[in-house]
């Protein structure tokens, strides 16, 4: 489940973040967001099969790593300094954290099923 929703908030923050800057680095979150969405559906169909789950993480890992460079910029940003691109940095920042709040719980849901079985 948490696949999915955080699925679609990636593709709306994608979405919404190519209609206001008209940046090709909107597509990031819009493309793991549907990817995430679609691992997260199989999820639910196929009752939380492992290999799906590794596969979701995955996804959601390596977006994270690969827009984490984001962070210190947003977090500037978010604190009043003036930085470039701001529409770009909030939508790969955001990303980030997404991503992160996805394999946080990704993580814990593969460490919970082990600890039962």
Known sequence: MSSVVIGLLLVLLGAGGFALTRSITAFVPLLTGGVLALLGRSIMRFEANKRILAASLAVSAVAMIFTASAMPRLARMLLGAVVDRPGDI??????????????????RTFLRSRSTS
């Open 90 to 107: 909030f939508v790969i920042g955001s990303t980030a954290v997404l991503c992160l709040i996805h394999v946080t719980i990704t993580v």
